[in-house]
């Protein structure tokens, strides 16, 4: 069966520290999506990134990095030097396109907190 | 730089009545999708709709909820007669790629439905 675990539930830092957010997902395809998204305060959901199956290269796009490892079935969240404006909840989603379907499968998402 | 919008933001109901949620998706995009998020909780699938037909649904999405695209822009959700445990956030979403090979789901800023 499709799930998506985020074991951290919520994590304080203080700005400039690094955190990582982990996410662990299941599934029986080998075609498969995995994203980020952010849910600041105000509710609304960003996209962050979207990484397939078939591309385990690591992704860094300015603070941002992603770790995506198959053999672990993670796709684990660096922010490095944490700002307060990093402060949001952090849902990581499956989406088992081999399946033929698009549905966004979430976990439970992280709470990250910035203190200045 | 094109947004999904959603209204109302904020929609106030009594339970056994009739709502209808509101969503204007990306201009050129091909597939459209609602999901709920009770307060505190992740994220949760409803419904996805290409062609003007529903393409997949969840178990939550009963008969109590039906989806329509009225015209070329708007995109609704309609639940028929609403229980307090659908007191939730309602995003909308919508992709544009013509395949599932290589494509993001943008939502929209939700509409807070609370069922009293």
């Known amino acids: 069966a499709q799930k998506v675990t985020q074991a951290q539930t919520e994590i304080s830092v203080v700005e400039k520290e690094d955190v990582t957010l982990d996410c662990v997902y299941e599934?029986?395809?080998?075609?498969?999506?995995l994203f980020w998204y952010k849910q600041p305060p105000s509710g609304e959901l960003v996209f962050l990134i979207r990484r397939n199956s078939f591309d385990e290269q690591n992704e860094i796009s300015g603070r941002y990095s992603w770790n995506f490892q198959k053999s672990t079935s993670s796709f684990n969240f660096t922010i490095t030097a944490s700002q307060v404006v990093d402060s949001a909840v952090y849902f990581c989603?499956?989406?088992?396109?081999?399946?033929?379907?698009?549905?966004?499968?979430f976990g439970t998402g992280t709470r990250l907190q910035v203190f200045p | 730089e094109p947004e999904v919008t959603q209204t109302p933001s904020h929609q106030v109901t009594q339970m056994g009545q009739e709502v209808i949620l509101r969503c204007v998706p990306i201009s050129n995009h091909l597939y459209f999708y609602w999901y709920r998020q009770i307060l505190g909780q992740k994220v949760e699938f409803l419904v996805s709709f290409y062609n003007n037909e529903i393409s997949e649904k969840s178990e939550i999405f009963d008969d109590q909820f039906s989806v329509e695209r009225p015209d070329g822009s708007n995109f609704t959700l309609k639940i028929r007669s609403t229980k307090l445990e659908d007191s939730a956030m309602y995003f909308c979403?919508?992709?544009?790629?013509?395949?599932?090979?290589?494509?993001?789901?943008?939502f929209g800023p939700g509409t807070r439905l609370t069922v009293t």
């Open positions: 979403a919508s992709s544009g790629r013509g395949d599932l090979s290589s494509y993001e789901q943008y």
């Open positions: 989603a499956l989406s088992e396109a081999g399946r033929g379907t698009d549905k966004l499968i």
């Open positions: 599934t029986r395809d080998t075609t498969y999506y």
